[in-house]
């Protein structure tokens, strides 16, 4: 696991493992939108209908909503409750934490179930579970080289102060 | 904690507004959205009571621009000043790369911005956080109403380790966007060193 204070690094190789395994989820479990979440807001991929949709705001209600469910747990002497379901008139949404750093958005009409979202979404937290340990590792042993070839590590005060012209 | 996409090559970076009820952290993350222009901004949710007071956060994300070839994004979050909110500021705080706390130069708020700053610092510490080591800039707002505490008594009680600090006057926009600056600059800084 990722230590908490960590910078989160995403890598185009591990991006394009968890593309392939959230697409294969929607298929599978027949829902509208799916995306993943890190747990403080940062949006790290979607697919589905998203095009109407604000997944920046989404992401960041996301968190806030996992991190104030995690509060109530903690205040009954739970370690945190891993599964969220939000039922609506059409639209519900499932929401579970994957190697308890990730969170992992479902969002489904009639066309599917609450039983078999909570199926396939059982089997693809195991494999997005494996992605994000090999990230984790990953980050890790790349750790100090990273540091060295950190695009970050040349910028110049100029360079911030152009962001703000 | 700073988010690295080298897939989308983006960096996303999270930023707290803090500071005692009413001393006008909304009102900062309110100028900017008004003042930013359409195509850097995202919707920002204020999660408010009826009265407008911030039940749990107010959220607003910018996108600055780009640094060498990387988009920077930065995320700014309010936390809800009440002093009976103390568990949604905790949470708030997670994963935070900068804090900007802001102070209300009122005389009469004296007290409640040290208790604030006290609040912050516990709750940072408990997160695993030393706020000596995280970018972190001091604002003092409200500095064109009458009743204010000198500039000098504020930064000697709030600001004893001397960190960047500015008055503002968040209402009119008065020092909002340079105070913002300010903390993204640390960010940066603080990224370059490799750290956060």
Redesign the interface.
């Known amino acids: 696991m990722l230590a908490?204070?960590?910078?989160?690094?995403?890598?185009?190789e591990?991006?394009?493992r968890i593309i392939v395994l959230i697409e294969k989820l929607l298929r599978e479990s027949n829902s509208k939108v799916i995306f993943l979440v890190?747990?403080?807001?940062?949006l790290?991929a979607s697919t589905g209908a998203t095009e109407n949709l604000?997944t920046?705001?989404l992401a960041?209600?996301t968190a806030?909503n996992i991190?104030?469910t995690?509060?109530l747990a903690k205040l009954i002497g739970e370690k945190e409750f891993s599964i969220l379901f939000h039922e609506g008139e059409k639209d519900n949404i499932h929401i579970s934490i994957v190697g308890g750093r990730v969170i992992l958005v479902v969002i489904f009409d009639h066309r599917s179930s609450l039983g078999l979202v909570r199926l396939r979404v059982k089997k693809a937290s195991e494999e997005l579970g494996a992605v994000f340990d090999d990230l984790a590792k990953k980050t890790e042993e790349g750790g100090e080289k990273?540091?060295v070839d950190?695009?970050?590590?040349?910028?110049t005060d100029d360079?911030?102060d152009?962001?703000?012209n | 904690m700073s988010f690295i996409n080298y897939a989308s090559r983006e960096i996303n970076c999270k930023i707290v507004y803090y500071g005692p009820g009413l001393c006008g952290k909304t009102t900062n993350l309110q100028h900017i959205y008004n003042k930013s222009a359409e195509e850097t901004k995202g919707k920002m949710i204020s999660l408010a009571t009826e009265t407008e007071r911030t039940l749990f956060f107010d959220f607003l994300p910018l996108a600055l621009g780009e640094i060498r070839g990387f988009k920077t994004r930065f995320h700014l979050y309010t936390v809800p000043g009440q002093v009976f909110y103390d568990a949604s500021r905790k949470l708030i705080l997670k994963g935070v790369d900068g804090v900007v706390f802001v102070a209300d130069s009122q005389d009469e708020r004296l007290d409640a911005n040290i208790e604030s700053m006290e609040n912050l610092k516990d709750n940072l510490e408990e997160q695993g956080f030393d706020l000596e080591k995280l970018p972190f800039v001091i604002q003092y707002n409200k500095v064109d109403l009458p009743n204010t505490t000198p500039i000098e008594e504020l930064r000697e009680l709030l600001n004893p380790g001397g960190v960047p600090d500015m008055t503002a006057c968040a209402m009119t926009g008065e020092g909002v966007f340079e105070t913002l600056k300010l903390v993204a600059k640390q960010v940066l800084i603080d990224l370059k060193k490799g750290g956060s």
């Open positions: 908490p204070q960590n910078t989160f690094v995403m890598y185009e591990e991006l394009n890190d747990k403080n807001g940062q790290i604000d920046t705001s960041s209600l806030g991190a104030a995690g509060g990273a540091a950190s695009p970050f590590a040349e910028i360079d911030i152009n962001l703000f």
